[in-house]
C-alpha cells in the first residue's frame, strides 16, 4: 500500500528534477525523507509500540503525497499545459 503514495512522489521528485525545479525536488524527498518521519517517531510509537516505527514512514509518504497534491493543484498552471499533454489538431 506504501507505493500508491510513495510512487507519485518519487515520480513528480524526479520530474521537478528534470526540469530544472531541484530546490521543489530536494523539499519533496527531505520532507518524505526526514523532516516528516521524525515527528512520526516520536508520537507514533508511544501509541503503537514498534509497529509504530514502521508506520512513520508510511505516514511521512502519505503526508508528502498530500502536501504535493496540494502544491500542484494549487499552482498546475506554472507546471502543466494541455499542449504539452495533448497536442490539438
Same mark, same amino acid.
Given at each position: 500500500?506504501?507505493?500508491l ?6 515520480i513528480l521528485?524526479?520530474?521537478l528534477?528534470? =526540469?530544472?525545479?531541484?530546490? %521543489?525536488a530536494m523539499?519533496?524527498? %527531505? %520532507?518524505?525523507?526526514?523532516l516528516l ?15 509504530g ?5 508510511? %505516514?511521512?509518504?502519505?503526508? =508528502? ?6 502544491? =500542484?493543484?494549487?499552482?498546475?498552471k ?10 490539438h489538431?
Amino acid at each position: 500500500m506504501l507505493f500508491l503514495a510513495a510512487g507519485p512522489n518519487y515520480i513528480l521528485a524526479a520530474f521537478l528534477q528534470s =526540469t530544472g525545479k531541484t530546490t %521543489l525536488a530536494m523539499i519533496i524527498n %527531505l %520532507l518524505k525523507g526526514f523532516l516528516l518521519i521524525i515527528p512520526g517517531l516520536l508520537v507514533l510509537p508511544d501509541h503503537f509500540g514498534l509497529s509504530g516505527v514502521w508506520l512513520s514512514r508510511s %505516514l511521512a509518504e502519505i503526508l =508528502t503525497f498530500a502536501v504535493v497534491g496540494v502544491y =500542484t493543484l494549487y499552482y498546475k498552471k506554472q507546471y502543466f499545459h494541455a499542449n504539452t499533454i495533448v497536442k490539438h489538431v
